[in-house]
């Protein structure tokens, strides 16, 4: 399936290159905060060749569609997902043998055995007791005859769990406006930057005019790894102009780039922090709030990125993340971030993928995205159904 023949309707054609010269294009931006990457398909360079598609602002159902057609795609593209998750497999692969040759005599010894293995593949006490439990009600009632019955019934259960906390909010909710703005928050070490920069590969392939903004001014590499992922996914990127820029100020200026420029989607990096720290947390409310005063409603997705070799010990951090409350000498006050979105990352390297379960039932935020690989092609849209064949094979 093409991306440019599934979004022609939703894309208009380029502009002439008559239409406008390189100067009075860039004229209305403060290019004190700007720096400009050339590439082929931006009107940085006179002689640079014009898009093959310029998506204009405006037209309604873009983003619904680009949602569908990438979440098609992660369906056409499930060996990823049982690739990254073969650690995980590889744990519960005890499960087998342990219902190839059950019994009914042997169910409590068997349950033992099954909780355990699911334990020690991070699902989590909570979510664990209440598969073993239900499992063991079946058994005994006898609705569950056989080895493969109790397989499929625990790959039911921990489907049914995904799919009704998850629903259709699994899939990037972007509006109606553009351009949209999506803000990438995290801790530094769990791959936010680099997630930014894979998410940008891959809606840049389904024809989305991309700009990038380097909020992330504390990490002095942060900008230049940014920059790299800009020349690498053909994107725009605004850059703090020295060192004191505060990050607020870069990522407004983006999007007023993005809304004159007629960029599609803003994707905005901001420094790693701590959701202990009570500057940096603050920081990021106000970034935020500087976001909406651009474009109404913006941001329209805030993806926190967790480091899925961690397990179980992101969700205190994600929670507090979310809405932390501080309490100091100069002021008591509770920021809520509002997440709406989670990247797990680096699952790929871990034996402990139950914690997707887990975190799906913990906290109620959908997760977006999953991190099953180094390549640029290996951040995949969460699929439950995927997932759960992955880990149960």
């Known amino acids: 399936m093409a ?4 979004l022609s309707s939703f894309l208009s054609p380029p502009p002439s290159s008559s239409s406008s010269s390189p100067k009075s294009y860039l004229h209305p931006l403060n290019l004190s905060q700007t720096r400009f990457l ?10 640079s060749p014009p898009p093959r598609f310029i998506c204009s602002a405006g037209q309604t159902g873009f983003f619904s569609k680009l949602g569908r057609l990438i979440k098609e795609k992660a369906k056409s593209d499930v060996e990823k997902i049982f690739s990254g998750f073969s650690k995980t497999r590889e744990n519960l692969s005890v499960i087998d043998e342990l219902l190839m040759m059950w019994n009914l005599s042997d169910t409590d010894k068997v349950l033992d055995e099954l909780e ?3 334990l020690v593949s991070d699902f989590g006490p909570k979510i664990t007791f209440k598969i073993v439990d239900s499992l063991r009600e079946d058994i005994l009632s006898g609705k569950l005859k056989s080895g493969s019955e109790i397989k499929e019934a625990l790959k039911k259960f921990v489907l049914d769990l995904l799919t009704s906390k998850q629903g259709n909010k699994s899939e990037l909710q972007l509006g109606f406006r553009k351009p949209a703005v999506i803000m990438i928050v995290g801790v530094n070490g769990g791959g936010k930057t680099t997630s930014l920069g894979k998410l940008a590969f891959r809606l840049k ?8 903004a380097a909020g ?19 994107s725009e990127i605004v850059m703090p102009e020295n060192d004191k820029a505060k990050a607020s100020a870069v990522l407004s200026q ?10 599609d989607l803003v994707l905005c990096d901001t420094s790693g922090r701590l959701h202990t720290n009570f500057d940096l947390m603050e920081e990021l409310i106000t970034c935020k709030k500087s976001l909406g005063k651009v474009v109404a409603g913006a941001p329209n997705e805030i993806l926190l ?15 507090e993340f979310n809405g932390v409350s501080f309490i100091s000498e100069k002021l008591s006050a509770a920021l809520v971030v509002g997440i709406t979105g989670l990247i797990l990352t680096k699952l790929d390297g871990s034996a402990r993928g139950g914690c997707v379960v887990s975190v799906v039932d913990e906290l109620g935020i ?3 995205f999953v991190g099953v690989g180094e390549g640029v092609e290996d951040l995949q849209p969460f699929d439950a159904q995927a997932f759960v064949d992955a880990i149960f094979s």
């Open 366 to 368: 959908p997760i977006k």
């Open 38 to 47: 050339p590439n082929g398909y931006t009107r940085t360079n006179s002689n």
């Open 3 to 6: 991306s440019h023949s599934n």
């Open 305 to 319: 990125v967790l480091d899925g070799t961690t397990g179980l010990n992101m969700l205190p951090q994600a929670r």
């Open 116 to 118: 355990e293995a699911l």
């Open 216 to 234: 992330d001014t504390f990490r002095a590499a942060a900008g230049d790894q940014l920059e790299i992922w800009a020349e690498r996914t053909g």
């Open 254 to 263: 983006a999007v007023k780039r993005g809304k004159q420029e007629g960029f």
């Open 205 to 212: 392939k389904e024809g989305v005019k991309i700009l990038m």
